[in-house]
């Protein structure tokens, strides 16, 4: 189970850091990841990080946005800097439950129910 926090309402400018606490068989976790969504869009995948910490993130977002996991407490946590209207969306985490990493939305298999953010 992965359950994301930490979203909001925040103004231009702003920052917010989501956390995402995965419980259950956490020792399958793997590649853990955030995306975004707002309706009627596709979900974007903002950025990953494999169990060794090494990360890929979107080119658009990757000056703004940091993704950082503490293995040891199985959370996922993002970073969000300088805030824009266009960032609103709805935020997910989710992992692969294996090694594959990257941004692919096929890559991951177990979501989260999403933290919403706000920003004006």
């Not at 419980?23 to 990080?49: H, K, N, Y």
Request: proline share 2%; aromatic share 10%; net charge neutral.
């Amino acid at each position: 189970q992965l359950v994301e926090s930490g979203g909001g309402s925040v103004r231009v400018g702003g920052s917010l850091r989501l956390s995402c606490v995965a419980s259950g068989a956490t020792q399958d976790i793997g590649c853990m990841g955030w995306f975004r969504q707002v309706p009627g869009l596709e979900r974007e995948g903002i950025g990953s990080i494999d169990s060794d910490g090494i990360t890929t993130y979107a080119d658009s977002l990757k000056a703004r946005f940091t993704i950082s996991r503490d293995n040891a407490k199985s959370t996922l946590y993002l970073q969000m800097n300088s805030l824009k209207p266009e960032d609103s969306a709805m935020y997910y985490c989710a992992t692969t439950g294996d090694r594959v990493c990257g941004l692919l939305l096929r890559y991951f298999h177990y979501w989260g129910q999403g933290t919403q953010v706000t920003v004006s």
